[in-house]
T-cell receptor
């Protein structure tokens, strides 16, 4: 068990809808990352938060947004969903943002857009 | 951006065999990690190894940062080792630390009984 908790495990929704994915980092970790894994794109970095502030942005679509709350949990909001958004979405956490500590992943949320 | 190449893309072994997985990267890094994604999709951190050598049971890893590669060794493989092994690197920042991790495409390992 990595200590990173993601909910829900599975999500099935229709095109055009909006969903929220939730993540609780490992105890003591201040940095949260979101990754998308699809068959054709591999593991793609979306966004990183550190202690409530956005730290780095990757290939995140404008239809997607995220935030980290004061209790350090994070939410990823996906709106106007398209079929191509179907993927496994991972949250990960690390001690800090400086890249000198291990990254630990949650079990992911499998999103299916129909 | 930094390029990460993993080889081989696919590897099939008999239980008990040894294997070496390779990760090449195109720029200086301050962060390198190896992950195992099991058949259920879970991503497990195996090593945080920006340089040097580490061992954990039947697994060991070596990173030669100056030559821009890392190796993951699996000895006496077991069926539970099956899955995809990812190398991820964090490019060095001028002010210290590293940027976000960039993942390779992975090596898919199948260990047959």
């Amino acid at each position: 068990d990595s200590g990173v908790t993601q909910t829900p495990k599975h999500l099935i929704t229709a095109t055009g809808q909006r969903v929220t994915l939730r993540c609780s980092p490992r105890s003591g970790d201040l940095s949260v990352y979101w990754y998308q894994q699809s068959l054709d794109q591999g593991l793609q970095f979306l966004i990183q938060y550190y202690n409530g502030e956005e730290r780095a942005k990757g290939n995140i679509l404008e239809r997607f947004s995220a935030q980290q709350f004061p209790d350090l949990h994070s939410e990823l909001n996906l709106s106007s969903l398209e079929l191509g958004d179907s993927a496994l979405y991972f949250c990960a956490s690390s001690l800090n943002y400086r890249g000198n500590s291990p990254l630990h992943f949650g079990n992911g949320t499998r999103l299916t857009v129909t | 951006g930094i390029q990460v190449e993993q080889s081989p893309p696919d590897l099939i072994l008999q239980e008990g065999a040894n294997s070496t997985l390779r990760c090449n990267f195109s720029d200086s890094v301050n962060n390198l990690q190896w992950f195992h994604q099991n058949p259920w999709g879970q991503l497990i951190n195996l090593f945080y190894i920006p340089s040097g050598t580490k061992q954990n049971g039947r697994l060991s890893a070596t990173t030669v940062a100056t030559e821009r590669y890392s190796l993951l060794y699996i000895s006496s493989s077991q069926t539970t080792d099956s899955g995809v092994y990812f190398c991820a690197v964090g490019p060095r920042l001028d002010q210290g630390g590293s940027e976000k991790l960039v993942f390779g495409k992975g090596t898919k390992l199948t260990v047959n009984p």
